[in-house]
């Protein structure tokens, strides 16, 4: 399904890549096709830029692989803010990335600093989500 046919059948839907680089996203997306990712986060640096649109509870948002095509649908179940050092175990491995808390620190650390900085008590737009269609 092409994303004008996706936008019509979710209206109101945004389009966003999980990831900063292709190889990130074409395993994120993987992850989430498993049910082994459930949830997200980004710097609320980044929303409140402009670069990210802010997640609604409710809302459905089509996922892109690297090269822009739709990937999946996803909907939205719960949005919190949360400084990176208050983020909890059961949030990190909803992530689906990383075997532990420390796991996640470390690699999400190293994504932070890649894009625009960190800081232990930045504060993230924490997204947990649940998988709608499979376009792939």
């Excluded at 990130?24 to 609320?44: D, F, Q, S």
């Excluded at 909907?75 to 983020?87: Q, S």
């Excluded at 600093?113 to 737009?125: P, Q, T």
Aim: net charge negative.
């Amino acid at each position: 399904m092409n994303l004008e046919a996706l936008r019509e059948k979710y209206p109101g839907a945004t389009t966003f890549k999980f990831g900063d680089n292709e190889h990130l996203c074409t395993w994120l997306l993987k992850l989430v096709r498993e049910g082994k990712k459930t949830a997200t986060c980004g710097a609320l640096r980044d929303f409140v830029e402009g670069h990210e649109v802010f997640p609604v509870v409710g809302r459905k948002d089509i996922a892109l692989n690297w090269d822009d095509t739709p990937a999946l649908v996803i909907e939205t179940v719960a949005v919190e803010r949360k400084r990176f050092c208050d983020v909890d175990e059961e949030f990190a491995l909803k992530e689906g990335e990383n075997e532990d808390l420390e796991g996640w620190r470390k690699d999400h650390k190293q994504y932070f600093e890649r894009n625009g900085g960190f800081y232990d008590e930045m504060l993230l737009v924490c997204e947990q989500f649940k998988l709608i269609e499979n376009l792939s």
